[in-house]
Structures are given as structure tokens and as C-alpha cells.
């Protein structure tokens, strides 16, 4: 006979133990995460007496007749985005960096930056180029986050399973997806790169009217002017810069994905097979690796050469500190 009480109740430890389950790295070398959560319980499916959907009908999520939501077409627009920004940083790079230090030289680096400047930077390519797709960008990764936010709220009512945290006897909810590091220096940049054209390129239109006159040179008397401000704003744009970008293309290629594995961090599966750690503990430091390479490439002609110019003399150096001089507290 169970002799066990009446009003005996389940184990919170066990509750909780239904619901948290520990991470486990993606085995694929691209995870699927580009699909869209399925429809939502309330959604009743059609019966069998209904007349079927056909394939090219509009779901209740999606925007067209292709069956795909939002987020599809959000993530798609992030991806593409990100290609022609990755030819102006290429451009931007080789003019900035690459240029100044193989001629060593300021001056002799300005020609170079100017006909670049033909490229990206005419009334027709710097919006297709540069601006809506940087817009594009951003716009887009934060959709994504309130829509999957929004998502959750939905099908969960504001606690996703496996990540309520249990605290004073009552749920604490975290409806935001989770906010990665290529996110997090993704708006980072956001930062650093607005900055940096506002005083490269609108601070001098709305000053002076045109940006013609701002170079290698106008960076290099900012330097030797405001050191402590431009070595911090540099540095933290080159190190931001080429983390988002290499991590951003190695997700796309499908190579972060093969790097889940964190320092110091434990596993939660004690017989994951040595060979496969050691595999994700060499993609993921071959991946920081590039990065880090790429910033130390950029930091030698850029902080290494452009920022060493020293202070510019005559009109020009006037024209420099009249721009300078606008900005308060600099």
C-alpha cells in the first residue's frame, strides 16, 4: 500500500531541473539559425475539411508567398549589407593603413586616399556604398532582436523555458534573446564608426561646407592636438572594427559556428571527445588570431604612421583648428 501523503508535492530541485538544461555546442558546421520559430499554439490548424494552403499563399508571419517571416528576410538583409560594407573597409584599409605604411610618409599617402575617394565617396556611391547600407545594417540586427523578443513574449508569456532564473520562490523572466559578442561589438561600432564620420565627414560639410581638404593629414593634427581623445577613439575603432567584421564573416561562412567552445568555461558534457574540444579550441583561437592580426595591420599604418604626422602648418593647420575648435569640451 503507498503510504506516501496526499498533498505530498513535486520537487522544486526537479522543476528547476526540467527546465534549465546545459548549453551543448552545435555539432554542425553551420546551425539553422536562420528559421523562424513555428506557429503559435493559438493558431488552430486547418481541418481536414478546409481547403489546403497552397504553396505560394502567405503564412501568418511571413511577407510573401515564399512561406518565409520577418526574421528571414532581416537576417538576409544583415548578410548583404555587410558585403558592400566589407568592400568600403577594404578600401578604406588599404588607403588608411596599408598606403602610409609602406610610404612611410603622410603626405605621400594623401593621393592615394583621394582617388579612393572617387569610389565611395561621389553623390551616387557614398549612399549605395556606405550609408544605407550601414542604416541597413544596424536597422535590421535590432528587428531581429525585438522580433524574436516579441516572439517569446507570445509563445511563452514572458519566461522562456530554460532560462527562468528561480529566485525568492518566483520566476524571473528574460524575454531578450541572448546578446552574443559579434552583436555586442556590432553596436559598439555603431558607436565608434558614427563618431568617426561625424568628424571626418559632417563636421566638415556643415563647417566648411566640403570635406575636400580632410585627409591623412587633418587625422594626424587631431592626433598631435587631443592625443589622449584620439588614441582612445582610434584604438577602440580599429579593435571593434576587426573583432565584428572577422567573427561577422566567419558566422557567415559557417566557421564560428564549428568554435563553440569558451576559456576557463566547463563543457556540461563530461565525455565530449577530446578531439572535438581541441578542434573548437583551434578555430576559436585562429579566428581571434585573424582578428587580432588584421587590428595589428591597421594599428601599424594608421597609429603607427598617420598618427605620428605631427601638427600641420600655414592655412592649413588654421583651417584644422577652426574645425577642431567647433566641437565643445574637445
Known amino acids: 500500500m503507498d503510504s506516501r501523503p496526499l498533498n505530498e508535492k513535486a520537487s522544486q530541485e526537479t522543476f528547476i531541473s526540467l527546465l534549465q538544461l546545459d548549453p551543448s555546442p552545435i555539432e554542425s558546421p553551420k546551425a539553422d539559425t536562420e528559421k523562424d520559430l513555428p506557429p503559435l499554439p493559438e493558431h488552430p490548424v486547418e481541418s481536414s475539411t478546409s481547403?489546403?494552403?497552397?504553396?505560394?499563399?502567405?503564412?501568418?508571419?511571413?511577407?510573401?508567398?515564399?512561406?518565409?517571416?520577418?526574421?528571414?528576410?532581416?537576417?538576409?538583409?544583415?548578410?548583404?549589407?555587410?558585403?558592400?560594407?566589407?568592400?568600403?573597409?577594404?578600401?578604406?584599409?588599404?588607403?588608411?593603413?596599408l598606403i602610409?605604411?609602406?610610404?612611410?610618409?603622410?603626405?605621400?599617402?594623401?593621393?592615394?586616399?583621394?582617388?579612393?575617394?572617387?569610389?565611395?565617396?561621389?553623390?551616387?556611391?557614398?549612399?549605395?556604398?556606405?550609408?544605407?547600407?550601414?542604416?541597413?545594417?544596424?536597422?535590421?540586427?535590432?528587428a531581429i532582436r525585438l522580433l524574436r523578443r516579441a516572439q517569446n513574449v507570445r509563445r511563452y508569456g514572458g519566461a522562456t523555458p530554460g532560462v527562468a532564473a528561480y529566485g525568492h520562490g518566483r520566476?524571473?523572466?528574460?524575454?531578450?534573446?541572448?546578446?552574443?559578442?559579434?552583436?555586442?561589438?556590432?553596436?559598439?561600432?555603431?558607436?565608434?564608426?558614427?563618431?568617426?564620420?561625424?568628424?571626418?565627414?559632417?563636421?566638415?560639410?556643415?563647417?566648411?561646407?566640403?570635406?575636400?581638404?580632410?585627409?591623412?593629414?587633418?587625422?594626424?593634427?587631431?592626433?598631435?592636438?587631443?592625443?589622449a581623445v584620439s588614441w582612445v577613439a582610434y584604438a577602440g575603432l580599429v579593435s571593434v572594427a576587426c573583432g565584428h567584421v572577422v567573427w561577422g564573416w566567419a558566422r557567415w561562412l559557417g566557421v564560428a559556428q564549428a568554435a563553440g567552445w569558451t576559456p576557463g568555461a566547463p563543457t556540461g558534457?563530461?565525455?565530449?571527445?577530446?578531439?572535438?574540444?581541441?578542434?573548437?579550441?583551434?578555430?576559436?583561437?585562429?579566428?581571434?588570431?585573424?582578428?587580432?592580426?588584421?587590428?595589428?595591420?591597421?594599428?601599424?599604418?594608421?597609429?603607427?604612421?598617420?598618427?605620428?604626422?605631427g601638427l600641420q602648418l600655414g592655412w592649413v593647420g588654421k583651417l584644422y583648428d577652426g574645425l577642431y575648435d567647433t566641437i565643445p569640451g574637445l
Not at 504553396?55 to 517571416?69: A, D, E, I, M
Not at 612611410?104 to 544605407?132: C, D, F, G, H, M
Not at 564608426?193 to 587633418?218: C, I, K, T, W
Request: proline letters at 6%.
Open 100 to 142: 602610409p605604411l609602406a610610404t612611410r610618409s603622410v603626405a605621400a599617402s594623401e593621393s592615394y586616399l583621394l582617388l579612393a575617394r572617387e569610389i565611395y565617396q561621389t553623390p551616387l556611391s557614398e549612399p549605395l556604398l556606405v550609408t544605407l547600407p550601414a542604416l541597413a545594417h544596424v536597422a535590421s540586427g535590432l
Open 51 to 97: 481547403s489546403p494552403k497552397s504553396p505560394g499563399t502567405t503564412t501568418s508571419v511571413g511577407l510573401s508567398g515564399s512561406g518565409h517571416g520577418a526574421i528571414y528576410y532581416l537576417i538576409r538583409i544583415q548578410r548583404y549589407s555587410s558585403y558592400t560594407l566589407t568592400i568600403f573597409t577594404t578600401l578604406h584599409l588599404v588607403t588608411t593603413s
Open 171 to 227: 520566476p524571473r523572466a528574460r524575454v531578450w534573446p541572448p546578446l552574443s559578442y559579434v552583436s555586442l561589438g556590432g553596436y559598439a561600432l555603431a558607436a565608434f564608426a558614427g563618431a568617426h564620420a561625424f568628424m571626418n565627414r559632417a563636421l566638415p560639410l556643415a563647417v566648411e561646407g566640403d570635406s575636400a581638404n580632410v585627409g591623412l593629414a587633418y587625422v594626424a593634427h587631431g592626433f598631435a592636438r587631443h592625443p
Open 269 to 309: 558534457n563530461a565525455a565530449l571527445d577530446k578531439r572535438v574540444r581541441r578542434r573548437r579550441r583551434r578555430v576559436w583561437f585562429a579566428i581571434h588570431g585573424v582578428a587580432v592580426g588584421l587590428a595589428g595591420l591597421w594599428a601599424a599604418g594608421g597609429l603607427g604612421v598617420v598618427a605620428r604626422g
